[in-house]
T-cell receptor, first 112, second 115 residues
Framework: GDSVTQMEGPVTLSEEAFLTINCTYT??????LFWYVQYPGEGLQLLLK?????DKGSNKGFEATYRKETTSFHLEKGSVQVSDSAVYFC???????????FGEGTQLTVNP | GAVVSQHPSRVICKSGTSVKIECRSL??????MFWYRQFPKQSLMLMAT?????????EQGVEKDKFLINHASLTLSTLTVTSAHPEDSSFYIC???????????FGEGSWLTVV
């Protein structure tokens, strides 16, 4: 079945550091790919998404490119802030509105 | 602002009682809603898919008689944890599909503690 694998956390960075959180997936066909962010004690918020190969999703300085050849959707940000501290989930869906399959989540802590 | 709202955000109940969690889509009519459970420091586990006007589709291993899901209207789905036990304590999150843009929005989540 479909699955999503994220790099293990937790990840701890200093403010203004470069962030990469790796995400790879296994799925048939051409799924839509997502990154969600969860702040402490809250639900999930959609951070960005890409629906076809080579698409780049971007939001709030975060970017991820849908790489079909490597089945990856790595999340990057050039300069993290303390407010970016949260858990980040990579996810896929057969289509944009169908059920989501989540990765394990990666805890990010950014220190001042 | 939030487009999917859950209530209550936190609830404590006694073992053996039932508790209901509501999930509302505020800005759109959601024909499909999803219920997830999340254990501390873990990922989300899909419990069931709720379709308006029909029975929910439960994932393997989820007891449908224990976790009752009702999707009686296009803006409301409810999850009732029946005869709750301490092991049911968890964070429950719903999501709803907005058919206009085919996007899924998540609620704020509900913390359930069974004592």
């Amino acid at each position: 079945g479909d699955s999503v694998t994220q790099m293990e956390g937790p990840v701890t960075l200093s403010e203004e550091a470069f962030l990469t959180i790796n995400c790879t997936y296994t799925a048939t066909g051409y799924p839509s790919l997502f990154w969600y962010v969860q702040y402490p004690g809250e639900g999930l918020q959609l951070l960005l998404k890409a629906t076809k190969a080579d698409d780049k999703g971007s939001n709030k300085g975060f970017e991820a490119t849908y790489r079909k050849e490597t089945t990856s959707f790595h999340l990057e940000k050039g300069s993290v802030q303390v407010s970016d501290s949260a858990v980040y989930f990579c996810a896929l869906a057969k289509t944009s509105g169908s059920r989501l399959t989540f990765g394990e989540g990666t805890q990010l802590t950014v220190n001042p | 602002g939030a487009v999917v709202s859950q209530h209550p955000s936190r609830v404590i109940c006694k073992s053996g009682t039932s508790v209901k969690i509501e999930c509302r889509s505020l800005d759109f009519q959601a024909t499909t809603m999803f219920w997830y459970r999340q254990f501390p420091k873990q990922s989300l586990m899909l419990m069931a898919t709720s379709n308006e006007g029909s029975k929910a589709t439960y994932e393997q291993g989820v007891e449908k008689d224990k976790f009752l899901i009702n999707h009686a209207s296009l803006t409301l789905s409810t999850l009732t944890v029946t005869s709750a036990h301490p092991e049911d304590s968890s964070f429950y999150i719903c999501s709803a599909r907005d058919p206009r843009g085919d996007t899924i929005y998540f609620g704020e989540g509900s913390w359930l503690t069974v004592v």
